[in-house]
């Protein structure tokens, strides 16, 4: 007879740059959450199924917890707290090829009050030999009460079968949460900014990650001609942010266009028509209305 289907939700919490967003599109073989080497990537909390027939499994992506100096961010730890306390499973992630620091004792702190049970994922296990593990896996399973400490590569996708194993046993049992044949809850609007938003972060550098945002004013889908018109501002804060990111005669825009529309083609699986206009909108990060109003469209269409 096979076990009883298990059922529940897992949140992936860490630092920023952890690898928690690389782990979630690796386990779910589908990219739902956009990647970058700048930490303070994610700013929500995603949301993403995976159903098989041991069950399924709701895993949310968060944004990594940091210092926050700006309502945005106080806004993206909130998201993260939130998830950590809502969740049947909790996984921190740790990435090992960077030491430990202040942040991750605050991290390890609050996992530590979470109530359900917690794994620990020491991650990007590819950057650094095995031994240099030891220590680690010393220090932490002193630290807090992990069910299980797995080393894993979500990048390499070493360990990560293991992962999926303590996650079923874990789960409580009962009927899928979601329609089985649902990969997100998110509406292709938002996964569309953020896919523009990627290809900013990608592009440039230092501050403007951070001060940048995606909004889409218009979205036409022309079935006769079988194309998608998307009209996306880049919201930046500074004058001088606007010329970096439009670029010398327009050729950073230009970039960033082109990389956007080939990426929003393969997802939506039809021709794009892209048109990226930047604004400035100084101190959008602290401004209510433009938070509330990007929040809205993590969920509803
Ligand atoms: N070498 C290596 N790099 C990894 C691994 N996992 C993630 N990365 C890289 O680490 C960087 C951060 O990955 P993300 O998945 O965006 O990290 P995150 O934890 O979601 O970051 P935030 O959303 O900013 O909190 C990216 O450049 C990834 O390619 C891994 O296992 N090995
Ligand atoms: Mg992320």
Known sequence: M????????????????????TLMN???????????????????????????????????????????????NK?????????????????????????????DAFMLDLVRRAAGPKVLLLNKIDLVSKPSLLPRIDHYSKAADFREIVPISARTGDGLERVMEV????????????????LTIHPERFLAAERIREKVLELTHEELPYSTAVVIDRWEDDDERGLTRIYAQILVERAGQKAIVVGRQGSMIKSIGTAARLDLEAFLERRVYLDLHV???????????????????????
């Open 26 to 72: 690796r386990l779910l073989q589908e990219k739902v959450a956009i990647v970058s080497d700048k930490p303070q990537t994610t700013r929500h909390r995603l949301v993403g199924i995976l159903s098989s027939e041991r069950g399924q499994v709701v895993f949310y992506d968060t944004p990594g917890v940091h210092r926050p100096l700006h309502r945005m």
């Open 167 to 182: 996650l079923w046993e874990l789960l409580p049992e009962g009927p899928p949460l979601y329609d089985p044949e649902l």
């Open 2 to 21: 096979s076990p009883a289907p298990r059922a529940g939700t897992v949140a992936l919490v860490g630092r920023p740059n952890a690898g928690k967003s």
């Open 279 to 301: 604004r400035e909108q100084p101190g959008w990060r602290e401004d209510r209305r433009i938070l509330a109003d990007l929040d809205r469209n993590v969920y509803t269409g």
């Open 75 to 103: 806004q993206m730890v909130h998201h993260a707290g939130e998830a950590l306390a809502e969740a049947d499973v909790v996984c921190l992630l740790v990435d090992v090829s960077k030491a430990a620091g202040k942040g």
